[in-house]
């Protein structure tokens, strides 16, 4: 059996933590579900066989009966930093590529903080679709929102973010189109105006954020600055059929892209098959595999990371964990990745096609090296 203790892994998509921890069995179990019905949290979640595996794992980690009231009761005894510090700890974590838009920064720990608790490095990446919003509050005026977002959007790695994400699968779709800057305009007065009317915005309008989305690349073309897309599994928010990575393909395509690493997040699940075949295609695609959400069971996992090194080059595959709200998911995540990326290369010895020393070097490329040559850590 193939042993990847040792490496050191680098999450490319994961979140900030919640500044509190101590929390009931409800409201830990409503992390464990993309459902945002509390019919979930409530009723479905503790039935799930992920919740059930990680109730194990944790109560193995914290000494105690596998009962979920006793496990709960022994992690809201730790005082949270170091309930965070040993969590980070043992998974052995040499960088978290954190989105820090999502739980607000004022609930969570920042990045830094969680660097330093993981004795680790941090770093951070740009969300687009929130700078949108924030510049259509702050702006009324079409060509200055413009001339803003494009100051934000530049040598952003000396202002230590190392990648852009976007949301766009969750609000308008991966068929990201290109419009005439009339149709922009028109669609950004509509946005504006409601900006206006409600005091916050939740950007929706298509013309407008792909409009903007193109900019964003070209910024990051000139930077070399990969783009994290978010693809497949998400919450009720998205609309599944957008989500599929395949209508990326005039973006992939396009020549004044190519320098723009395009990191396809989430495996794509349940698309992961496609996803895999456009980073064995385009050589600026590139697909994430996380191992703490989408929560399916290992038997998925496995499934997921064989279709994946079955297809694409390893140099094209990054571990993550997209872990968010509670540490448990970070060091979940690499334990179990790990393990299921061991099991899939040891079946590819089995079957004659690699030989150990190889099976660890393509390891050692998901877990950690493609993620340096991406983000240029
Ligand atoms: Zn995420």
Redesign the pocket.
């Known amino acids: 059996m193939l042993d990847l203790t040792g490496i050191a892994v680098v999450d490319n ?1 994961c ?1 900030p933590v919640l500044l509190k921890q101590h929390m009931d069995a409800v409201q830990f179990r409503s992390y464990f579900s993309e459902a945002s019905h509390p019919s979930f949290a409530e009723q479905h979640v503790a039935h799930t066989v992920y919740y059930l595996w990680m109730l194990r794992q944790m109560a193995t980690f914290y000494g105690c009966q596998p009962i979920e009231e006793d496990i709960l009761f022994a992690r809201n005894r730790l005082d949270t930093d170091s309930l965070i510090e040993r969590l980070l700890r043992a998974a052995n974590i040499d960088t978290l590529i954190f ?1 820090p838009a999502y739980p607000l920064p004022d609930e969570c720990y920042s990045p830094e903080r969680l660097g330093q608790l993981g004795h680790c490095r941090a770093t951070k990446m740009l969300r687009l679709e929130t700078l949108m919003q924030r510049l259509i509050l702050n702006y009324t005026d079409f060509d200055e929102l413009v001339e803003h977002y494009v100051m934000e959007l530049t040598n952003v790695r000396e202002r230590g973010y190392c990648a852009f994400k976007s949301i766009v699968a969750y609000r308008t779709g991966l068929n990201i189109a290109e419009w005439s800057k009339d149709e922009a305009l028109a669609s950004f007065n509509e946005a504006s105006a409601q900006a206006k009317r409600q005091g916050w915005l939740r950007i929706a309008h298509k013309p407008l954020i792909d409009y903007l989305l193109h900019i964003a690349f070209q910024q990051a073309a000139m930077q070399g600055l990969p783009v994290q897309f978010h693809t497949g599994y998400g919450d009720t928010d998205t609309d599944m059929r957008l989500g599929n990575p395949l209508h990326l393909r005039p973006i992939l395509q396009r020549s004044d892209y190519q320098s723009m690493p395009v990191v396809l997040l989430h495996e794509s699940y349940p698309y992961t098959q496609l996803a895999a075949y456009l980073a064995a295609v385009y050589p600026n695609a590139y697909l994430d595999l996380s191992y703490t959400i989408p929560f399916v069971d290992r038997i998925e996992m496995v499934a997921f990371t064989r279709q994946a090194l079955s297809v694409a080059p390893a140099s094209k595959l990054m571990y993550s964990t ?1 872990g ?1 709200n509670v540490p448990e998911m970070h060091w979940a995540g690499a334990l179990r990745a790990r393990s299921v990326i061991a099991q899939v290369l040891d079946e590819m010895i089995d079957a004659d096609e690699i030989n150990e020393e190889q099976a660890y070097q393509l390891a050692r490329q998901v877990l950690h090296d493609t993620a340096y040559t991406v983000y240029r850590l």
């Open positions: 998509h979140h989105d997209d968010i």
